[in-house]
């Protein structure tokens, strides 16, 4: 009897590769295996044995339109689930940031964006954080960027130690939340007053 068991590897990522997730999906869907028979034997029938397939996944790309009025987003009162670290008011493409998200957009681009790529879109060999930080907290996040993350795909290293990183990792989550909420556009943000 054979059965197949499908490991799909999630690699959660914020400021590098995150914590993983090892799914299995099963489903029954039917496999023929046939038991050769002996010469002069009766021909046994067919087994069938479920197999696994993936569950369907679905991903949401935010959509890359520009407003032609200007939003405003405002950090709504703090409780866990609806708290925005940010403030961002665009108009047009351009937008303006408070100062903290301003200060994660630099510490970001100053570190974080050679493994990422400019605005948290991703590469070859690191995520992109605009997608991982969807459904991300932040404890998870300070979590994987002080203690790195080894994956299926790359590493990242501990930055822990690093001075130009772990003073701001409140100004990161700004960012990037803002970036993931898909309220903050790409390009350098101004400062508002």
Same mark, same amino acid.
């Given at each position: 009897m054979k059965k197949s068991v499908l490991f799909l590897t999630v690699t959660l990522c914020? %400021? %590098?590769?995150?914590? +993983? +997730?090892l799914l299995t999906a099963e489903t029954a869907t039917p496999t023929t295996t046939e038991t050769p028979t002996p010469t002069? @034997? &009766?021909? *046994? &029938?067919?087994? &069938?044995?479920? @197999?696994t397939t993936p569950a369907p996944t679905t991903v949401t790309t935010p959509s890359a339109t520009t407003e032609t009025t200007p939003a405003t987003t405002s950090p709504a009162p703090a409780t866990a689930s609806t708290e925005k670290p940010y403030t961002v008011v665009c108009e047009g493409n351009k937008c303006k940031v408070d100062a903290q998200t301003f200060k994660g957009w630099r510490a970001f681009h100053a570190t974080c964006h050679v493994c990422h790529a400019q605005d @948290?879109? %991703? +590469? &070859?060999f690191a995520p992109s954080?605009?997608?991982?930080?969807?459904?991300?907290?932040?404890e998870r996040f300070i979590h994987s960027v002080t203690e790195g993350f080894q994956g299926q795909v790359g590493v990242m290293? @501990?930055?822990?130690?690093?001075? *130009?990183?772990?003073?701001?990792?409140d100004e990161l989550w700004s960012y990037l939340r803002a970036r993931s909420d898909g309220v903050l556009l790409p390009g350098r943000p101004e400062k508002l007053q």
């Open positions: 914020v %400021g %590098g590769l995150l914590n +993983s +997730s002069g @034997a &009766t021909p *046994n &029938t067919a087994t &069938t044995q479920p @197999a @948290a879109v %991703g +590469s &070859t954080l605009i997608e991982r930080l969807k459904d991300f907290p932040k290293p @501990a930055w822990k130690d690093n001075p *130009n990183v772990m003073p701001h990792l």
